[in-house]
Structure formats: structure tokens, C-alpha cells
């Protein structure tokens, strides 16, 4: 059986990051509507917000990778 050379190499942890985007619709409710909807038009934003978040944990959300990198990890750690 023939001898394989030694091999020396380094263990180097990596971290990569996925963009994806969704767009969901928002249902114009009650809840999110500020008290003077009929003469301003406004909208609560933050509860605007958080109901898209909530949709978007949804299983139905359709996703849309925009972007992904890699990098080598900020603390490089032994390998588990």
C-alpha cells in the first residue's frame, strides 16, 4: 500500500448571510387605523409593521432570494 504524505491544514469557520424579500398585503383594519383615519387617512405604523412581520412568518409567504454572502466568522472558534 503505497504512503500518502502528510497533509497539514487549518479549520476556518465561515458565516453566511441570506437576503430574501416578500411582499405581503395588509388588511386595512380597525386595529391598525389611527382615531382620526376619516380626515387624515393615517395609519398606525408600527402596528402596520408588525402585521406584515406576523404575515411574513407565515408558511404561505412567498420568498425571494436577493442576496446572499460569505465571510469569514468575526471569532473564529475551534470546530465543534
Known amino acids: 500500500m503505497p504512503v500518502?504524505?502528510?497533509t497539514?491544514?487549518?479549520s476556518v469557520r465561515l458565516r453566511r448571510v441570506t437576503i430574501?424579500?416578500?411582499?405581503?398585503?395588509?388588511?386595512?383594519i380597525p386595529d391598525l387605523l389611527?382615531?382620526?383615519?376619516?380626515?387624515?387617512g393615517a395609519i398606525n405604523a408600527e402596528k402596520l409593521m408588525q402585521a406584515?412581520?406576523?404575515?411574513?412568518r407565515q408558511p404561505?409567504?412567498?420568498?425571494?432570494l436577493e442576496?446572499?454572502?460569505?465571510t469569514p466568522?468575526?471569532?473564529?472558534?475551534?470546530?465543534?
Open 20 to 28: 430574501e424579500t416578500a411582499f405581503v398585503s395588509v388588511p386595512l
Open 8 to 10: 497539514f491544514s487549518v
Open 52 to 56: 406584515a412581520a406576523d404575515l411574513g
Open 34 to 40: 389611527e382615531p382620526s383615519f376619516e380626515q387624515s
Open 4 to 6: 500518502m504524505p502528510k
Open 60 to 64: 404561505f409567504t412567498a420568498w425571494t
Open 67 to 70: 442576496e446572499a454572502t460569505m
Open 73 to 80: 466568522h468575526p471569532i473564529q472558534a475551534p470546530p465543534h
